[in-house]
């Protein structure tokens, strides 16, 4: 099996982290597949909050309840007027290259042996007051960072996957 392989089928949602703080240079790696990851016409409109202080992780946890312990989150977001829109019918790509950079962000901490969960369950309209988001930066994820806790195990519908046959249109 290929590495990428090993990464994606070994990979699940980690709801139980421990209090070991990440290190500086494994966030930094981080950041930096977020900065390369690809975006619609290279526009670039991610745009990243490192939350790690606990005054930053009570507000996360005043957005949401699944931060689930872990000490660092990213909060993955992207620019309005600088996301790519689709002339055709003025759909912007926004979502998308947030939800790209999101999975970078999930795969490389993956990579690096920490765990992550990705989170859509939060308030938006008190993630943008509590963090300042200035106008036209829409969050799209909050995504815990850290190490599994000692037991931590997949969710119990982790295996549950439609087949290729499903799938297909
Ligand atoms: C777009 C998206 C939003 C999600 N939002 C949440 C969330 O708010 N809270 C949570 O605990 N898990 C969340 N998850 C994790 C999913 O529940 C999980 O990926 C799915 O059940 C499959 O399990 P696995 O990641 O262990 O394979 C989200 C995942 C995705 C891709």
Not at 13 to 41: G, M, Q
Not at 43 to 58: D, G, Y
Not at 106 to 118: H, K, P, R
Not at 132 to 154: C, D, H, Q, T
Request: aromatic content about 8%.
């Amino acid at each position: 099996m290929s590495t990428f392989n090993e990464l994606v089928t070994t990979r699940y949602s980690v709801r139980r982290f421990n209090s070991i703080p990440v290190e500086e240079d494994k966030v930094h790696s981080l950041l930096e597949l977020a900065r390369i990851a690809p975006t619609a016409h290279n526009l670039q409109p991610q745009r990243i909050k490192v939350l790690s202080t606990p005054e930053e992780l009570e507000m996360v946890d005043e957005c949401t309840p699944c931060r689930q312990g872990a000490q660092l989150v990213f909060l993955v977001c992207y620019e309005q007027g600088a996301a790519w829109e689709r002339p055709f019918d003025g759909q912007h790509s926004g979502w998308v290259d947030a939800s790209i950079i999101t999975t970078y962000l999930m795969l490389g901490a993956q990579d690096l042996g920490l765990g992550s969960c990705w989170v859509m369950y939060f308030d938006p309209e008190k993630t943008t007051r509590l963090f300042e988001l200035k106008e036209g930066v829409v969050p799209v994820a909050f995504l815990p960072v850290g190490y599994a806790a000692e037991g931590s195990v997949p969710g119990p519908r982790h295996t549950e996957r439609v087949s290729i046959e499903e799938l297909l249109l």
